[in-house]
């Protein structure tokens, strides 16, 4: 019998965490969830869920995330944001679903980041640096969800935006 553990799971959201707040991913991680969200959080997702009715159509990647849409035949997933995020992290949560996917068999090239409130798109091509990029982000991820206790509260600029801002400035 292989008793080989597994490694901790990460998902979408968490790697995005990893690049906004380290704080944050391990609370959200270890089931820390603020008893109200906040209003942007809320908005966001009403943009998330209203913006492509028409053509929305989730796929499930394993126990990592859910990407919005996708054209696979033409190799691409989207995602819709709302904005005010740090890019790098809407970025490194498609780069994480791009390598799962193609991790799995599903030859995605390119993931388009909608932010329909900027009524704008970015669109990430997925290159030779990527798993790189991805194995360290998993790696940082674990290392820190690891730990027995939060990083330490330090202010950052968009703490004021964050659904666990009580929870930390109380
Ligand atoms: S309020 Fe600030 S420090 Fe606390 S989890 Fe949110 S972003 Fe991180």
Redesign the pocket.
Known sequence: MNHTPQPTTITGTEMAYLH?????LW?FHHGIRPENENTAVQIGRHIGESTFKRTHKEIKLGDIGVVDWAELPHGVIHETKKAKCPMQADIAQVRYYLWWMRSHGIGVERAIIHYPKQKRTTEIVWDGTMDEQVEADLTSARNIVAQPAPPE????K??KR????E???A
């Open positions: 906004i707040c380290r704080r944050k609370l509260f330090q202010p950052l968009w703490c964050c659904a666990y801002a929870f930390c400035m």
